[in-house]
Each structure stands twice: as C-alpha cells, then as structure tokens.
C-alpha cells in the first residue's frame, strides 16, 4: 500500500471530548499527549518518514492563562514519560515555531529531546508549536531578503529554493483534521499545496492506530494527478 511520507494533523477536539465527559478542558490536552504517543509509534511502524502535529498556534495565546499554563506544561509531562520509549523506536524529535516565547522550562525539555534523539533515523516527529503558517512564510521572506542584501544570493529564486526558508521544508502528502471542522486553521500554507485532505468526526483524545490505519487506506485509495492527467 502507498504510504504517504510525510503526515501532518490538526489534533482538535481535546476540549469537547473533556466536556462531554463532565471533565476539565486540560483533561483533553493530557489524554490527547497520550495520542501523540500512539500514533507516533505507529505512523513509525507504519513507515511514514515525517509526522508534524499542531500542537501550539500563534493564536493559541489568546485562551485563558490557565490553558496556556497547562499546555505550556505539557511537552515536560509528556517527554518525562515517553522519550525513553521513543528512543527505544528510533525517532526523532524536532519542532517548528518560535520557542522564544515559551517559558523558559519548556523550551529547555523541548531542545533536550530533540537534542537527546537527533540521531535517531526512524520517523521525525515534527512538534509546530507557537507556529502560524503566515509567519512562517514571512520569516522565510525576511531571511531571503537577507541572503540578497547581504548579496549570498542572487535575486531570483525557485519555489523549490523558498521551500528551504521555512520552518518546514518538505511537501506535505496527507493533511489530517480530527474533531468535524473542516478548517486548515493557519497550518503549512505553503507545504498543503497538493496534500491530500481527511477531516475526520473522530475527536483527538479518540484517535488512534486503527483510525491512523483507515486515514492511510483512504490517501492509497486517492489518485493524485499534481495538476496533470493521470498519475
Ligand atoms: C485543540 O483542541 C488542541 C490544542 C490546541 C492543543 C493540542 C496539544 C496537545 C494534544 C498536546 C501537546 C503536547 C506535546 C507533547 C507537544 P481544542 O482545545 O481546540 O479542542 P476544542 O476545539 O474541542 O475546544
């Protein structure tokens, strides 16, 4: 089966899974850290090279202190439990976002585990966090326009030579949205140019191998022409 290469998910509907169980909104959050767990391991298995997960916006600022400071908590929570066993399975661990505004604990367990697996040659796994797709693309045009002034670059360049300014550089195959809304939410602008697109009703905290499995039978199943006739 085609598998695609590289996987990125809006992880969305932590908050409404919590309510609807009567639970607190951060309740969806740390269930929904243990998603990224299981479908890390076997988006791994399954032989997918490069995973990125949503799991802080630019705009996600904007909700109650008390969310911020708990998602904030999170990847210390999260790599304390599981970086052994990512280890275990060979994974890499990058980010893509500006780190600068997290506290600074956050930021240090989040550089120590990509430092810790940067050897590693199974799946990276991608964490965007404080990322916005416009800031990506206006950072990308600032450092450019750097490499002209400076005169390291002609000005001209190809969209595969602007790919290599972004945060993210490579094309994305398949886009996933958990939770029903059918929104890209400012996520990789430019890389979803020809991804394919599953919005699944299934909430994030609910995700798991088998819903990964059905989301990577339905990409096999699509016939991506990029433009031409037939592929
Ligand atoms: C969207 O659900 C989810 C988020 C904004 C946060 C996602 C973060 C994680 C799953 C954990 C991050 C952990 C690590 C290790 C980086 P929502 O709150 O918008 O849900 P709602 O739409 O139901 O309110």
């Not at 607190?24 to 959050?29: D, E, I, K, V």
């Amino acid at each position: 089966m085609k598998v695609p290469e590289t996987i990125a998910i809006i992880m969305d509907g932590n908050g409404r899974w919590a309510k609807a169980k009567g639970l607190p909104r951060t309740a969806g959050h740390k269930q929904g850290a243990d998603t990224i767990r299981t479908v890390a391991l076997h988006a791994n298995a399954r032989g997918v090279k490069k995973l990125i997960l949503y799991a802080f916006s630019t705009e996600n600022w904007k909700r109650p202190q008390d969310e911020v400071s708990f998602l904030c908590k999170l990847p210390g929570l999260f790599f304390n439990r599981f970086i052994k066993e990512l280890m275990v399975n060979n994974i890499r661990v990058t980010f893509a976002g500006e780190l600068e505004r997290f506290p600074e604990d956050t930021q240090n367990v989040i550089l120590k585990a990509v430092d810790q697996t940067s050897a590693n040659t199974g799946l990276e796994l991608c964490i965007a966090i404080n990322y916005g797709a416009r800031r990506e693309i206006v950072k990308g045009i600032l450092h450019y326009a750097e490499d002209v002034v400076s005169q390291s670059r002609k000005n001209d360049l190809t969209e595969e030579e602007f790919s290599r300014y972004l945060m993210i550089p490579e094309e994305v195959d398949l886009l996933i949205r958990t939770s029903g809304e059918l929104r890209i939410s400012n996520f990789l602008l430019w890389q979803i140019a020809y991804a394919e697109l599953i919005f699944t009703p299934v909430a994030w905290p609910d995700f798991n191998e088998e819903e990964l499995d059905r989301c990577i039978e339905e990409f096999a199943k699509r016939d991506r022409r990029f433009g031409g006739l037939t592929s």
